[in-house]
């Protein structure tokens, strides 16, 4: 069965820092590509980042540029989400979604992991 | 940056009516959206993706229309579990995707 697990939110004052992880199973990650999505309360989805398979590209939003740091451990089927300069508005649930196809980074996400809520506030 | 209008806001449907969602880009996304339905407290589930292809473990009553800056989600027949949130994203332009900002299907 395909899962992907995130962990590592919680509240972090404004200024701080975070590191989100994404577990992953049940197929070959060093393959497929991955994004992270947020989604503020109460509000839409958010693309924040995506990572090729190898790691060797990666790609942002605006407003993350400079703050956010993706990457992946393909030996520990993990992907990451370091995030600095953490501001209120970054509050969100972060998920973890999968590329829906082999070895491109397309852009369209067929599996998604339940999320990890990040709160900044003082 | 590509916008996605999604139209209407809130839909209110009874069970076994037909419900059909619009999703309009500021400019041509080509084929490349698709659509997702997302529940109170679950993550996104993709629907169909690149305008009309259903993902697999899709229902045949869901399906995806149109191209260029205009398209159209229909859902055949509702169903109790299809009463949920439903939104459309662009691959065409990016960084970044872009993300319409939803259509409610509740129950009338």
């Known amino acids: 069965e395909v899962q992907l697990l995130e962990s590592g939110g919680g509240l972090v004052q404004p200024g701080g820092s975070l590191r989100l992880s994404c577990a992953v199973s049940g197929f070959t990650f060093s393959s497929y590509a991955m994004s992270w999505v947020r989604q503020a309360p109460g509000k839409g989805l958010e693309w924040v980042s995506a990572?090729?398979?190898?790691?060797?590209?990666?790609y942002y939003t605006d407003s993350v540029k400079g703050r956010f740091t993706i990457s992946r451990d393909n030996s520990k089927n993990t992907l990451y989400l370091q995030m600095n300069s953490l501001r209120a508005e970054d509050t969100a649930v972060y998920y973890c979604?999968?590329?829906?196809?082999?070895?491109?980074?397309?852009?369209?996400?067929?599996?998604w992991g339940q999320g990890t809520m990040v709160t900044v506030s003082s | 940056e590509i916008v996605l209008t999604q139209s209407p806001a809130t839909l209110s449907l009874s069970p076994g009516e037909r419900a059909t969602l619009s999703c309009r880009a500021s400019q041509s996304v080509s084929g490349y959206l698709a659509w997702y339905q997302q529940k109170p407290g679950q993550a996104p589930r993709l629907l169909i993706y690149d305008a009309s292809n259903r993902a697999t473990g899709i229902p045949a009553r869901f399906s995806g229309s149109g191209s260029g800056t205009d398209f159209t989600l229909t859902i055949s027949s509702l169903e109790p579990e299809d009463f949920a949130v439903y939104y459309c994203?662009?691959?065409?332009?990016?960084?970044?995707?872009?993300f319409g900002g939803g259509t409610k299907v509740e129950i009338k």
């Open positions: 994203q662009q691959r065409r332009n990016w960084p970044p995707f872009t």
């Open positions: 990572i090729s398979g190898s790691g060797g590209s990666t």
């Open positions: 979604a999968k590329d829906v196809w082999f070895e491109e980074l397309s852009g369209a996400f067929d599996i």
